[in-house]
C-alpha cells in the first residue's frame, strides 16, 4: 500500500516535472552558460574549446560581459527604472483593487461570483488588442486627449502628448494586472470573519480604526500575494512599454528582447535575464520575509 | 433607578416577531440571564442591548437615558461573544489591551492595565502568544479579561461557554461566578442551558417565542415556575393529564390520570373542570418499598418499570398504568449500590403538598 502510494505519488508529478526540466531547467542551464560566453560576429556564440589553455586559442568563457554590464549606468538605470514602474503599478493596483475586492466581499454571497466574472472578463479578450485599445485612447487625435489639451489650453498650460509617454506605461501596466490583486485581495479578504469587526466595534473602534486595526492588517497576506503577482511580471514587461511607451521608456524587458532579436548579443541578453532573475528572486524572498514578519499568526 | 430598563420592544424580521413586547429592568451588580431555547429571541435582545440591531419599537434605557440611537462603540458595554471573537493577528495582550487603546489611554496606562489584568487572569506568561497557541480555555479567560479591562458598565455574554466540555465548563462556571463578583460589574448571560442559568444568576428571565415567560430568582424558578413551558424548559418534569374537581380557599382537588384525586396548591384564574397538566419534579417524589402484607388502600401505587444508572442519581421509570409512566429520581447515599428496587417492584409514592402544580392548558 505505501509503496503504490508512492508510485502514484511519482506517476502524477512525473510528467509535469519532465517537462519543467526539459523546458525550464535546461534552458535556465543554458542562458547561465551563455552569459559567460563570446557573442559571435554575426550573431549566435564564438564555439567553445575546453583545451583552449593548452593550444593557446581563445577559450570563448569569459566574464566581460557582467563586467560591461555593471561598468555601464545605462543599464543601472534601466533596471532601476523598471523597479520604480514595477512599484508604482503595484502601489496603484492595490489602491484601485482594495476598495473593489472590499466591495465585492462584501456584496451578497450571490452576486460575488458575476462581480469576479466581470473583473476576470478583460482576459477573455488578446493582450495585444486591449494594450492596441489604449494607444487609440490616448492617442493624439483621441477625445480623450483633446478634452485634456482642451482644459489645459483654458488654464494656459502647453498641450501634452498622453501616448508614448511613461504615463502611458504606467496605465497599461495598471489596466493589465489590476486583476492579479483584485483576485487575491477578494480571496482573503472574503474569509474575514465579520464577527471580528462587530467586536472591535462593541469594544469602542469606530469604523476607521475597525478597518485600520482589523481588517487591513488581516488582508496583508492577500496583499502580499497580489503583490507578487503585479510586481514581477511588469518588471519583466516588454509588450506593454513597446506600444505605449516612447523612445525613453524602454524596460529591462525590452532590453532583453533587443540584445536576442536586435543586437543578436545573446551573452548580453542571458547576463541581462540572469540579472532580471536574481533580482525577482530577491523580490520575492523580501515579499516572503516580510508576510512571515507582519504575520505570525495565521 | 435600574441600571437598564426595557420597555417594550418589539423586533420584528419580515413578519416574525424575534422579541415580542418584551419589558425588562435590570439592575447595577446583577447577574443577570436570559434563558430560552433557541429562536427564543434571548440573542436579538442581547443584540439590541449591544446596539448592534435597533428596536423596531420600544425603548432601551440606561440609567433612564435611552440609547438607541448610541451605536456600540459609544455604549460602555461590551461583549464576550459565544466564538470569543478574539483578533487572531494580536497577541494575548494586544487582544486584551484593545479596548483601552481604542479609548485613548496612553501606552503606558494600557501597558499597566493589561499587566494587571493578566496576572489576575494567570495569564502572565502567555502575554505575547496568539490565540491561535492557546487552548479553549485560555482563550475563553482572554476573552473575559479583554471584555471586562475597560470597566464597562454592562458585560453581555453571549453563551460564552457553550463550546467547551464539560468539565471545563464547570470550572468556568465557577470562575465567571467569582470574575462577576470581584468586577462588580452587571452580567447580562445569554444561554439555552437551563442548567448553567440556574448555577450562576441571581435572576433569571425565561423566554419562549420572542416573550418573556418568567422572570425571578434561580430557586423560586426552578420550584414555582408559572406555567408549563417554564415548569418544563427548567429542569426535568413529570406532567400528566389532569382537570379541576374542587376549588378552596388554599387547594385545588384535581383528578389526576391514572392517580386518583390529588390536592394541589391554589393557583389563580382556574376554574372548575378546566382541563391541564399536573407537574412533579422527580427528586420532590418520594419512593418506597410496598409491603404485599400491609394495607394499601389510598396509597398510589406504582411498578419499577426500568431505572437509569447516573453514578450520582439513578432515575426510576415508574409504571402507574398501561404506557402512563412517572419518573422519581434517588440519590445514591450508599456506596457499592446502583439501585434501590428492582425491575417489577410494587412502590408506593407520594410527596409534599406543595411540590406538584397544576398547569391549566
Known amino acids: 500500500m505505501q509503496l503504490s502510494n508512492r508510485l502514484i505519488k511519482w506517476l502524477i508529478s512525473g510528467p509535469p516535472l519532465v517537462f519543467l526540466l526539459i523546458f525550464f531547467v535546461a534552458p535556465s542551464l543554458i542562458m547561465i552558460v551563455t552569459s559567460f560566453r563570446l557573442p559571435g560576429e554575426f550573431g549566435g556564440l564564438v564555439p567553445l574549446n575546453i583545451f583552449a589553455e593548452r593550444s593557446g586559442i581563445d577559450s570563448g568563457l569569459t566574464l566581460e560581459t557582467y563586467q560591461f554590464f555593471l561598468s555601464d549606468w545605462i543599464y543601472l538605470e534601466i533596471f532601476l527604472k523598471s523597479f520604480v514602474i514595477a512599484t508604482l503599478t503595484t502601489i496603484i493596483c492595490i489602491a484601485m483593487a482594495y476598495p473593489l475586492a472590499l466591495l465585492i466581499a462584501n456584496s451578497p454571497r450571490k452576486f460575488r461570483n458575476l462581480m469576479i466574472m466581470l473583473v476576470v472578463l478583460p482576459f477573455a479578450s488578446n493582450f495585444l488588442i486591449r494594450v492596441y485599445a489604449w494607444m487609440i485612447i490616448l492617442g493624439p487625435e483621441s477625445t480623450l486627449s483633446h478634452v485634456i489639451n482642451h482644459i489645459l489650453g483654458v488654464l494656459d498650460f502647453e498641450p501634452i502628448t498622453l501616448l508614448f509617454s511613461p504615463f502611458a506605461v504606467l496605465i497599461g501596466m495598471v489596466y493589465v494586472h489590476l486583476p492579479f490583486m483584485i483576485l487575491p485581495l477578494y480571496t482573503n479578504l472574503e474569509k474575514h470573519d465579520p464577527i471580528l469587526l462587530d467586536a472591535a466595534q462593541d469594544l469602542g473602534a469606530n469604523r476607521w480604526q475597525r478597518f485600520w486595526s482589523v481588517t487591513w492588517p488581516l488582508s496583508l497576506p492577500g496583499i502580499f500575494s497580489g503583490s507578487a503577482l503585479v510586481f514581477i511580471p511588469v518588471l519583466g514587461m516588454f509588450a506593454i512599454p513597446d506600444i505605449l511607451g516612447g523612445t525613453g521608456d524602454i524596460m529591462i524587458g525590452n532590453l532583453i528582447k533587443d540584445q536576442f532579436l536586435g543586437t543578436r548579443d545573446w551573452p548580453f541578453g542571458s547576463t541581462l535575464s540572469i540579472m532580471l532573475t536574481i533580482a525577482v528572486l530577491g523580490v520575492t524572498v523580501f515579499f516572503t520575509w516580510l508576510a512571515r514578519s507582519v504575520m505570525r499568526s495565521p | ?361
Open chain 2, 1 to 361: 433607578m435600574s441600571l437598564i430598563e426595557i420597555r417594550n420592544v418589539t423586533k420584528r424580521f419580515g413578519r416574525f416577531a424575534a422579541v415580542d413586547d418584551v419589558s425588562l429592568k435590570i439592575e447595577t451588580g446583577e447577574f443577570f440571564t436570559l434563558l430560552g431555547p433557541s429562536g427564543c429571541g434571548k440573542t436579538t435582545l442581547l443584540r439590541m442591548i449591544a446596539g448592534f440591531d435597533a428596536p423596531d419599537t420600544g425603548q432601551i434605557l440606561l440609567d433612564n437615558e435611552d440609547i438607541i440611537s448610541v451605536p456600540p462603540e459609544k455604549r460602555p458595554f461590551h461583549t464576550v461573544f459565544q466564538s470569543y471573537a478574539l483578533f487572531p493577528h494580536m497577541t494575548v495582550a494586544g487582544n486584551i489591551g484593545f479596548p483601552l487603546k481604542m479609548a485613548g489611554k496612553s501606552s503606558e496606562e494600557i501597558e499597566q492595565r493589561v499587566t494587571r489584568t493578566l496576572a489576575e487572569v494567570e495569564l502572565s506568561q502567555f502575554s505575547d502568544r496568539y490565540p491561535h497557541e492557546l487552548s479553549g480555555g485560555q482563550r475563553q479567560r482572554v476573552a473575559f479579561a479583554r471584555g471586562l479591562i475597560n470597566e464597562p458598565r454592562l458585560l453581555l455574554l453571549d453563551e460564552p461557554l457553550g463550546a467547551l466540555d464539560e468539565k471545563l465548563r464547570e470550572n468556568m462556571q465557577r470562575e465567571l461566578i467569582n470574575l462577576q463578583a470581584d468586577a462588580g460589574v452587571t452580567f447580562i448571560y445569554v444561554t439555552h442551558a437551563q442548567n448553567e442559568a440556574l448555577a450562576l444568576s441571581h435572576r433569571i428571565a425565561v423566554m419562549n417565542r420572542g416573550r418573556i415567560e418568567q422572570v425571578d430568582t434561580s430557586a423560586t424558578i426552578y420550584n414555582f415556575p408559572v406555567n408549563r413551558f417554564v415548569a418544563d424548559f427548567i429542569g426535568k418534569i413529570n406532567l400528566l393529564d389532569a382537570q379541576v374537581m374542587a376549588i378552596s380557599t388554599q387547594h385545588l382537588t384535581l383528578n389526576v390520570n391514572h392517580l386518583g384525586k390529588i390536592r394541589v396548591p391554589l393557583k389563580a384564574s382556574v376554574n372548575v373542570n378546566d382541563k391541564g397538566v399536573m407537574a412533579i419534579r422527580p427528586e420532590q417524589i418520594n419512593i418506597t418499598a410496598l409491603d404485599p402484607n400491609a394495607q394499601n388502600d389510598g396509597k398510589r401505587v406504582g411498578r419499577i418499570r426500568d431505572f437509569l444508572y447516573i453514578g450520582d442519581v439513578t432515575t426510576y421509570i415508574i409504571e402507574l398504568a398501561d404506557q402512563v409512566h412517572i419518573e422519581a429520581l434517588l440519590a445514591n447515599s450508599v456506596p457499592g449500590q446502583a439501585q434501590r428496587f428492582e425491575i417489577g417492584d410494587q412502590v408506593a409514592i407520594n410527596w409534599q403538598e406543595n411540590a406538584a402544580h397544576f398547569f391549566p392548558d
